[in-house]
């Protein structure tokens, strides 16, 4: 199949956006075998199937690096609270936050896990997005754990999408570890992460690193687990204070550090240093009205690579919407619309450690989002309006 006359956003360092203006890019199978200016279409790429896409943009499909889509129940009640008064940790520390939808979580079938993550996964997929990484971290028992996973691994058997799972044990204490927070890592996290990456069920390892949940030496056991099972890892860090998780996670040479309104300039040579990814989350800051932004122009400064996601989740970012996070990226924290488009495509790939997407080349996965737009700049710039035009997963339309 060759798609023709589109504009092409390749990010290469030719032109902003990497921006090739009526180019062509012809996929054979899975992937991209050939991708450049229509002039210089190559013989045999003419002989076969073509769809003429009459000047539209063609980017990579969108890659959301950091979701938690599977879950069960609302929180629109502690979000009533919070509008209240109520900060994320006072509703943490009653009970409520996380742990209530640990509940919700533990009692719901692996069927109706499965329905409702479909749901909001069909909105990511309805904007372009093709690769979706899933953590766990709403089981927090051996046995609920292994189901969000084996529900993550199934949205990718039932729709057209690519999935990466992050086992995600230390996401919270649950209320029956109180107070235990050691005796649940030995007692549960490190056996359900040897269950879960011996099913085939674990691709990288994360953790929250956070007074409200695990300290940097509870964190540290975890990542030894996962060094020794051979798996990357990645941390939830300096999101609402500083613990220090994001230089910890630059010890093992994680895949990326995630929130980091409150890291500071030597976290982030850590994460230079370590070839890190800075993953962003504006809907979380959105959503938790949040005021300290993360050091964007710190990371510019000392080149590390800003990713964006939804973190669709149910407390701090109930969020289906990559172009909204787009959005907020730019209107929040400063960021071009050509840094929010990387962070949606090229840096989220980079974050889950994939190097066959987020970037059209020749040899890429067929993984795209071809857009009404004539700018990719139109992306990021409206709200609440959706120009996807088709998608390309794995070279089908
Ligand atoms: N940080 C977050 O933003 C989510 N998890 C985390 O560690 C929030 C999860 C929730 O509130 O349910
Ligand atoms: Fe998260």
Request: charge should be negative; aromatic fraction near 6%; charged fraction near 20%.
């Amino acid at each position: 199949m060759l798609l023709t006359h589109a504009n092409l956003a390749t990010f290469g360092a030719n032109a902003p956006y990497g921006l090739v203006p009526d180019g062509a890019i012809w996929m054979v199978g899975a992937c991209i075998q050939w991708i450049g200016r229509m002039e210089d279409v190559p013989r045999q790429a003419r002989d076969g199937e073509s769809m003429d896409l009459c000047g539209r943009l063609i980017t990579p499909g969108l890659v959301d690096c950091h979701t938690h889509i599977v879950h069960a129940g609302n929180r629109a009640r502690e979000f009533e609270l919070r509008l209240g008064g109520a900060t994320y940790e006072e509703v943490a520390r009653s009970g409520g936050g996380i742990n209530s939808t640990v509940s919700a979580t533990r009692e719901a079938s692996e069927e109706d896990l499965l329905g409702s993550a479909l749901s909001r996964v069909d909105a990511l997929i309805a904007e372009g997005v093709t690769t979706i990484e899933i953590k766990s971290g709403y089981g927090l028992n051996i046995d609920s754990e292994i189901k969000m996973l084996r529900v993550a691994r199934r949205i990718a058997r039932d729709r057209s999408v690519r999935v990466v799972t992050s086992f995600l044990g230390a996401h919270a204490i649950p209320g029956e570890y109180a107070g235990r927070p050691d005796a649940y890592v030995d007692e549960v996290c490190l056996p359900a992460l040897a269950v879960a990456a011996d099913a085939g069920l674990v691709d990288a390892v994360d953790g929250f690193c956070e007074g409200i949940a695990f300290s940097k030496e509870q964190i540290r056991k975890v990542f030894e687990a996962a060094k020794t099972l051979g798996l990357p890892v990645k941390l939830h860090a300096e999101q609402l204070s500083n613990l220090g998780g994001t230089r910890l996670a630059a010890e093992f040479g994680a895949l990326s550090s995630d929130h980091l309104e409150y890291a500071t300039e030597v976290d982030v040579i850590a994460m230079a240093r370590a070839g890190m990814v800075a993953v962003l989350l504006p809907g979380a800051f959105y959503f938790l009205r949040e005021t300290k932004l993360p050091p964007i122009d710190t990371f510019r400064k000392h080149g590390v690579g800003m990713a964006l996601a939804t973190d669709c989740n149910p407390g701090s970012s109930p969020m289906t919407s990559p172009l909204l996070v787009m959005n907020m990226a730019c209107t929040l924290f400063r960021m071009t619309p050509e840094e929010a488009l990387a962070g949606m495509t090229l840096h989220g790939a980079q974050a889950l450690g994939l190097s066959d997407c987020g970037k059209l080349y020749a040899g890429a996965r067929a993984d795209l989002a071809i857009w009404d737009v004539e700018h990719p700049a139109e992306l990021a710039y409206r709200l609440g309006f959706n120009p996807l035009h088709k998608r390309v997963f794995a070279g089908a339309v």
